[in-house]
């Protein structure tokens, strides 16, 4: 079992997970025990919907969510939609507005594409096919997953070396969409070029950012309201998962971007 300095002195759970393409590396804390993902539960979302892509199923330039948005709009932030609510707070493509409604717009659109209920869909396609077997997909698609730190490693694998979707399919969801779009990272303020793939945020050049000034600028992940996050750094063949279960503050973004740097230092090839 291996421990991380940076999270010695962090007052609550700290479960921690690493892996390349290939094997888990190392573990701190129980890797079964499932809890909250938060938004975590986006990236898994969003490989849903490129499964679907691949089965021709849906196209990224699907009508999908508000008055000219497309499945992209709503995979990467800039569809209009709130936080929360239905009601467009821009035209799409303006802006970048972090919302967890558009990502419930987003399975309610695949859903009716693949003709079953999403989290049924994900299941079946991702969940399944990963050997995700602690990670429940019930709960809302844009944050209400629970999963464990073993699972969540699994999917690291599959970002890193997919066999779910394509490569090309991968690629371009870790490169920035709609570039050069100012938006608000929840927690960490409003940046000027706030960089998205599908479904990940990109670190870009972010600062304050969650993950250390080590990890380059392409690294992809997200971090969610209940302690989690995932980051994927292909450059270096490694990706990390985190879980502590109680709401994210600022022991979370005291620990977290040396515990990132940590990671890399270690196990980044």
Known sequence: MTTFA????FPHTALVGVTNSAETLALQGDPQQVLALASVTKPLTAWGVFVAIEQGLVDLDDAAGPEGSTLQNLLDHTSGLPFEGDEPQH??????????????????HVAGAVGMDFAQWMTQQVVGPLGMTSTDVTGRPSAGAQSSIADLLAFGREVLHPTLITPELRDYALTVSHEG????????????DNQWGLGFELKGAKT??????????????????????????????????FL???????????????????ILARYGR
């Open 6 to 9: 940076a999270t010695a002195d």
């Open 244 to 262: 502590s279960g109680v709401p994210f503050g600022e022991d979370h973004k005291r620990i977290w971007p040396g515990l990132t740097d940590e």
């Open 208 to 241: 304050p950012h969650w993950t250390g000034d080590t990890l380059p600028a392409e690294t992809a992940g997200h971090f969610g309201a209940q302690g989690s996050f995932l980051f994927v750094d292909r450059s270096h063949d490694v990706a990390a998962a």
């Open 181 to 192: 779009l100012r938006g608000l990272v929840p927690g960490y303020g409003t940046f000027a």
């Open 91 to 108: 035209a799409p493509g303006a802006r970048r507005t972090y919302s967890n409604a558009g990502f419930d717009a987003l399975a309610t």
